[in-house]
């Protein structure tokens, strides 16, 4: 599954590059793309040419879309910060297969998921998605568990809700502490 915005940013053409790639060495599996075009224009029919890519349109939010335990969230993106799709993806655990920009690594690291490492060079970087593809679909349900149960251990230790409700309760609390001891001393 793939979904994002159809920008350049979020790199289309590079899904694009993987499907031919993955059809030149006969990896019979398909990619569902979800999204729509939000600055650039979008058609469609860019896909036409790979069979292995299906258009699926809109989505709203990646709960919305019909994952299933033999999916992988394919990410691809030029840069990015920690983008909330990806935060979705390990609450939901889903397995995921991501290039290391940005805030990426912060959430995922080899050993918990995909991670295709940065490359200037896209020839480079299709052949590390291949790779990173062809290792999800022959890693054993154990490893692929082993690899969704660390992503979202870590999710849950940093990332979750309820962690940063904490976090942000304790940032208000030593305020609190700090106008309370000035207001002693003042007055």
């Not at 040419?49 to 879309?65: E, W």
């Not at 889903?94 to 998921?113: F, H």
């Not at 976090?167 to 208000?172: E, G, H, M, S």
Request: negative net charge; glycine residues 6%.
């Amino acid at each position: 599954m793939w979904a994002s915005r159809l920008d350049a940013q979020k790199r289309p053409d590079l899904l694009h590059k993987i499907s031919v790639e993955l059809l030149a060495e006969n990896i019979a599996t398909k990619i569902y793309v979800y999204g729509s075009p939000v600055l650039d224009q979008f058609e469609p029919e860019y896909f036409d040419d790979c069979p292995n890519v299906v258009y699926k349109g809109g989505f709203s939010g990646l709960g919305s879309i019909p994952f299933t335990n033999k999916d992988a969230f394919l990410y691809t993106s030029l840069f990015d910060g920690l983008p909330n799709v990806l935060l979705e993806a390990a609450q939901m655990q889903i397995p995921i297969i991501t290039v290391d920009v940005g805030g990426v690594p912060e959430l995922i690291q080899d050993k918990s998921g995909f991670l295709v490492h940065g490359s200037a060079d896209d020839a480079e970087l299709v052949a590390q998605y291949v790779a990173k593809v062809k290792e999800f679909l022959n890693a054993s349900e154990a490893e692929i568990q082993n690899k969704v149960d660390c992503l979202h251990q870590h999710f849950e230790q940093q990332h979750a809700q309820s962690i940063y409700g904490l976090r942000v309760a304790a940032v208000y609390a030593r305020l609190e502490e700090q106008l309370a001891k000035g207001n002693a001393l003042n007055g």
